[in-house]
Every structure is written in structure tokens, then in C-alpha cells.
């Protein structure tokens, strides 16, 4: 099983990366948020107001589960809350090569700021919301990695370039 699983925090860069490493690298490219939405009919916001956060990250562990005998040669962007669960940092691991992308919280508020369609920003000062979760999350996403990519003032080519390249390097 060959593939490139992309995890970090929201506005780190996951589908962007991963959509143009996919395209380039001949490989296919899977998003487990849009897969969520197209399966419940509904979008994230919305199944996070209607059941709640726990059920939501229910459907990402099915969603892991059930990858894990369809998925081959993919990238798979992943959400920002996947990998808090235990279960899905393993199950995350066990379907290919594991990649943090990695970004400052500057950087990341600089690309959240204006985007309303993020639950788990919602409520408190973003600023504030923004650091508590990197905070409660960096050690998580370091546990589930095989790789961490500093994306910070590098382009989405040059990203996707290292990410190739040091997956490479364990047999990707």
C-alpha cells in the first residue's frame, strides 16, 4: 500500500499540496473531508450543528477503517481533527506514510481568517481558538508522523517536491 497520507492543522496546506503532488506524481488524490460531505449529504458545519463533534469524528474513524482495504497509490488529505483520536493516529499510520505539514500559527491565521466554514473555529477570539488548538494538537500530529514538512514561506510545488522527496527516503 503506497500512499501519502497529509495531516496538520487546518490552512497548513493538505489539499493543496496534496491535489498538486497527486496530479504530478500520477497518483489519485483523496480528501476525507469531501468524502464525509458526499456520503452524509451534508456539509461539515452542518453535521457538526445537527449531531455534535463526537459523531462527526465517528464518521472520520468508519471513513479510516474503511480505507484501509480501498485506498492504493493516493494522496489523502486528511482533517485537521483526525488524527486527535488514538485509534486514528494508528489506523492513519497503518495506510501509508504519515505527513505532517507543518505551519506557524501566523501563517495559518493569515490563511483562516476570513473562512466560515470551519467549525472548530467557531465561538472565541480566532487568535485565540487557533493557538489552544495547535497547541493541544502538535503533539498528536508529531505522534502520527513518519514525516514533518515545515510549509512556511514555500510554495505549494516546493512543498510537494519535499514531501516526494523524504517520503522517498522510506520507501514511498
Known sequence: MRNLILIGFMGAGKTSVGKY?????????????????????MEISAIFEKYGEPYFRDLETGLLERMQTDMEDSVVSVGGGMPVREQNRELLRSLGCVIYLQATKATILGRV??????????????????????????ALYREAAHLVIHTDGRDIPEVARTVLSEARKFGY
Do not use: H, K, S
Open 21 to 41: 503532488l497527486a496530479r504530478n506524481a500520477g497518483m489519485a488524490f483523496v480528501d476525507t473531508d469531501e468524502r464525509i460531505v458526499a456520503e452524509q449529504g
Open 113 to 138: 481568517q476570513n473562512d466560515g466554514t470551519r467549525p472548530m473555529l467557531r465561538g472565541e477570539d480566532l487568535e485565540a481558538r487557533v493557538e489552544r488548538l495547535m497547541r493541544e494538537r502538535e
